[in-house]
Nanobody, 124 residues
């Protein structure tokens, strides 16, 4: 049974940094994509970044140059390093794992397993 657990959220002032972690367990290796999504109050959930088994990454335009997605395979942990945070980054952030053998994307329907979310609040 796949389980994803996020941690590392919190409150920070604009310009600050946070690192989110996602501990994954309960599945065997396959070709997959890991992603970070976020949802602000009153807004649709949006894909933030994803990474595939080969370490290839992609980001939504608004976070390019500020956020970095990475994966530690030995620890079965996904990370999102967030620098130069802005108030508009405030949201609940979710870790997700895609369906196997599906091309990575920032579309939420390609992801099968989801964490519970962690709150990120950026104040001005």
């Amino acid at each position: 049974q796949v389980r994803l657990v996020e941690s590392g959220g919190g409150s920070v002032q604009a310009g600050g940094s946070l690192r989110l972690s996602c501990a994954a367990s309960g599945y065997t290796y396959s070709s997959y994509c890991m992603g970070w999504f976020r949802q602000a109050p009153g807004k649709e959930r949006e894909g933030v970044a994803h990474i595939d088994n080969g370490g290839n990454t992609n980001y939504i335009d608004s976070v390019k140059g500020r956020f970095t997605i990475s994966q530690d395979n030995a620890k079965n942990t996904l990370y999102l390093q967030m620098n130069s945070l802005k108030p508009e980054d405030t949201a609940i952030y979710y870790c997700a794992k895609s369906m196997p053998w599906v091309r990575c994307s920032l579309k939420d329907w390609t992801y099968k397993y989801w964490g519970q979310g962690t709150q990120v609040t950026v104040s001005s």
